[in-house]
Nanobody, 115 residues
Framework: QVQLVESGGGLVQPGGSLRLSCAAS????????MGWYRQAPGKQRELVAG???????ISRDSVKGRFTISRDNAKNTVYLQMNSLKPEDTAVYYC?????????WGQGTQVTVSS
């Protein structure tokens, strides 16, 4: 059974940075297009950024120029580098396959941007 484990979240001031990690057991992530998603309180889960197995990336307009998705296939891990964080980035962040989330959702990692 595939298990996705997200980590790296925390409390950060506006303008700060965080690096999220997504590690998988039971599957080889390098074979799949992976995505980082987020869900803010009272809102639907949304895609933040995605990366293909070849390293082609996409991201939503609101994070372009601030967030960078990457992957280390040797470590079976996907990353999300988040810079210039804003209060509206506050959410629980998850990883899964994209465009269709094929795996059970992990517990996510909380990102809170506040002064």
């Amino acid at each position: 059974q595939v298990q996705l484990v997200e980590s790296g979240g925390g409390l950060v001031q506006p303008g700060g940075s965080l690096r999220l990690s997504c590690a998988a057991s039971g599957s080889i992530l390098s074979s799949y297009t992976m995505g980082w998603y987020r869900q803010a309180p009272g809102k639907q889960r949304e895609l933040v950024a995605g990366i293909t197995s070849e390293g082609i990336t996409i991201s939503r307009d609101s994070v372009k120029g601030r967030f960078t998705i990457s992957r280390d296939n040797a470590k079976n891990t996907v990353y999300l580098q988040m810079n210039s964080l804003k209060p509206e980035d506050t959410a629980v962040y998850y990883c899964n396959t994209y465009p269709v989330p094929n795996y059970y959702w992990g517990q996510g990692t909380q990102v809170t941007v506040s002064s």
